[in-house]
């Protein structure tokens, strides 16, 4: 699977368990930690778990694990790291606390509308 497709999955996965505020950040000119970050939040502790978990099942299907994996025990923010993409899923208060858009300021903020249901 290549990245376009894994982000699209990613997204639809987000999507399908009513993630709000969606986010794709391009940051591959501007650090080698990865070259998109995922941005999304859940409305409760028990949502974010939720969307975490849906998106590892979605891409464990297609034989993609996360080489790391944080946060699954407090569900504020939960980070699956699948190497060239890392995903952010944030409980809506930790997420406008951290504010990682406006830290990843500079990154490309990529188009996903044809990645939405």
Known sequence: MDIKEKLKKIVSALDSKKAENI??????????LADYFVIANGTSTT????????VEYQLSQTGTEPARKEGHNGS?????????IIVHVFYKETRE???????WADGEHVDISDMLS
């Open 23 to 32: 986010e794709v950040l391009g940051i591959t000119n501007l650090t080698v």
């Open 47 to 54: 949502h974010t778990k939720t969307l975490a978990d849906e």
């Open 76 to 84: 504020n923010w939960i980070v699956l790291d699948y190497s060239d």
């Open 97 to 103: 606390f951290y504010q990682l858009e406006r830290l």
